[in-house]
């Protein structure tokens, strides 16, 4: 059993703490058995304490068996694929329609996304695996109009990866997309 000394802010105490493993029954959102094994300090008391240098510990543990158990993406793939995209945070949730506030909390697992912020986030990565940017989905242009404008506005490789097809009601325009090379489109 591995014990240390802490410095109790709350009691304004120090003394030794032994390390305590408990597997717990949890609820996070709408899922009420979740079984975390979660950390603890005991005291000489018996009174369990969260950890005293990662007081957040037990909490993303928690979260990260929910977002396992819906199949959500976890915080550092969100950030991987943030960084992947090479948006900022800002810009990141500015594009998703998320706010910046909540997108910092979900990949500093502060916060677990909602099912639609998840959708948003896995739709940004199917277009990262498709075509390496984010594609912008006004409702107001078409496809082959908003595609157009990425071919004619960003610069581009010159290795092909895909081709994508679009269907405009009198023609079918097929546009032979490269690499990205830094940015978004």
Not at 37 to 55: A, T, V
Not at 70 to 76: A, E, L, S
């Amino acid at each position: 059993m591995t014990k240390k000394t802490f410095y109790n802010e709350e009691l304004n105490t120090t003394e030794e703490y032994s390390e305590v493993w408990k597997y717990e029954l949890i609820r996070v959102k709408d899922i009420s058995d979740l079984i975390v094994h979660n950390h603890y300090w005991k005291d000489s008391r018996g009174e369990l304490w969260l950890d005293f240098d990662d007081p957040n510990e037990n909490f993303r543990k928690a979260f990260n068996a929910y977002r396992n158990r819906k199949g959500f993406m976890q915080p550092n793939e969100i950030k991987k694929l943030r960084e992947n995209l090479h948006l900022s945070q800002r810009v990141f949730s500015e594009r998703l329609g998320i706010s910046y506030a909540k997108v910092s909390q979900i990949e500093n697992n502060k916060r677990v996304q909602t099912l639609s912020q998840e959708v948003s986030f896995r739709k940004a990565q199917q277009d990262y695996e498709k075509q390496g940017f984010l594609t912008s989905y006004d409702s107001d242009t078409s496809d082959s109009a908003e595609l157009t404008k990425v071919l004619t506005e960003t610069e581009y490789v010159d290795t092909a990866k895909y081709f994508y097809k679009t269907n405009d009601s009198s023609e079918t325009t097929i546009f032979k997309v490269q690499e990205f090379v830094g940015g978004v489109a």
